[in-house]
């Protein structure tokens, strides 16, 4: 078996009590069938405990809650469970989290989420470009994933050139993006058309510094579109306003956001105002957007194998860039000031709202196909002015 990490995937260790979040709050942890029937072994007054701390929700076993805690939590904030059976006794998800895991054939690609603190502290950290390391074990594959070998290898070659279109310092980064969204429209089309070796050529093109060139030039077409920009922003909040969040006190600031940058003239030109100043402030730190990006490509892109949809995965990263970008200049402009730690938070709490929800990445998956803003000529005219 392969297995592929970011470089900075070792680095990470969870700071328990140190941590400004925990990940035993906020959202409900189902325990997986093994750990459940072992809980159900348990004997004493722990064992009884933890029984009564469960409950079955669609078809689910689930943790209770206490308000907006797992019921183990205790007031360390630690885990109840862990010290009194030890950490092979927690479940899977509480066992593995925040290292996610995503299986294709012989290839095992291991990440951590940016949901937890420590976590989007180690992927946003610097400008150095992330690099990934393959290792090999002989841990035998127990089960093969039914997938198309043709598809996976073009697109395991497309994510390479996605990753370093990202990390290429000599093109700014909206013209990064512009670019990956373009490329990706192209590969899309190919797998739409059931044209896989056509990939190939899309990819040859791709690779072309004089085709590259020409694409650059070509995006000027979407330039001087504010007005088409600000509408575009307003209904992105609006879209995000519908998707389910951990909690009823919009942990986005998306209100706020609407209240700011509401549809009035006076608004629209306070809006460009701020993100031309915060553009400004926040120049030497735009690297931390690349790493964002590059941290959901590398987590979503290759999904598309399973359900051939590569454009979605794309188009996650970067609505995600650029509803994230909102959130930071809107924290700019009431505190005056930005700093690291509220990178931090911000990508956190954006990934742990949107991000940890299945339902809301499949809701966004459909928009990207019904509603207009998100359509590819709409995406770069955001990305454009
Ligand atoms: S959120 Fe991360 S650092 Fe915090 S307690 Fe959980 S795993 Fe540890």
């Known amino acids: 078996m392969k297995i592929r990490v970011p470089d900075y995937f070792k680095e990470f260790k969870c700071i328990a009590s140190e941590c400004e979040d925990t990940c035993c709050a906020g959202w409900q942890i189902v325990i997986d069938n093994e750990t459940f029937i072992k809980y159900q072994n348990i004997s004493g007054k722990f064992g009884q405990r933890l029984r009564s701390e469960i409950v079955q929700q669609n078809g689910e076993n689930i943790f209770v809650l206490k308000g907006d805690n797992c019921s183990f939590l205790n007031e360390g904030k630690t885990c109840d469970i862990y010290s009194e059976l030890g950490e ?25 989420s940016l949901s937890c603190p420590e976590a989007a502290r180690i992927i946003l950290r610097d400008h150095k470009k992330v690099e990934f390391e393959i290792s090999e074990t002989q841990e035998e594959i127990t089960s093969y994933n039914d997938i198309n070998p043709m598809l996976f290898i073009n697109l395991l070659q497309c994510r390479k050139m996605v990753i370093d279109i990202l990390q290429n310092p ?36 791709y690779l072309d510094n004089d085709f590259i060139n020409e694409a650059i030039n070509s995006l000027d077409k979407y330039k001087a579109k504010g007005k088409v920009k600000y509408r575009n922003i307003h209904e992105l909040y609006k879209v995000f306003k519908e998707l389910k969040h951990i909690n009823q ?3 986005l600031h998306l209100d706020e956001l609407l209240m700011y940058f509401g549809q009035s003239d006076a608004r629209e030109e306070v809006y460009f ?15 931390k957007f690349e790493n964002l990006l590059v941290y959901f490509v590398y987590r979503y892109f290759m999904k598309a194998v399973f359900d051939y949809d590569v454009s979605a995965k794309v188009k996650t990263a970067v ?48 928009l990207f196909k019904t509603n207009d803003v998100f359509k590819l000529d709409e995406l770069l005219i955001m990305l454009m002015n």
């Not at 105002?273 to 690297?287: A, I, P, R, V």
Request: net charge negative; aromatic share 12%.
């Open 88 to 112: 092979d006794s927690l479940c899977y998800t509480c066992r593995q989290y925040p290292r996610y895991m995503e299986e294709f054939g012989n290839l095992r690609e291991i990440g951590i």
């Open 170 to 205: 000599y093109i700014n980064l909206e013209n990064r993006v512009s670019l990956l969204l373009k490329f990706t429209s192209e590969i899309q089309k190919s797998i739409d058309e059931d044209n896989i070796q056509g990939i190939k050529d899309v990819k040859e093109k």
């Open 249 to 251: 006190n919009d942990p």
């Open 273 to 287: 105002d701020k993100h031309n100043q915060f553009n400004k402030y926040y120049e030497d730190k735009m690297y």
């Open 319 to 366: 609505v995600s860039y650029l509803m994230i970008k909102e959130l930071f200049v809107l924290r700019w402009m009431k505190n005056g000031e930005f700093t690291d730690e509220d990178a931090v938070d911000e990508m956190h709490t954006y990934s742990k709202d949107i991000e940890h929800l299945e339902e809301n990445i499949e809701t966004l998956a459909k």
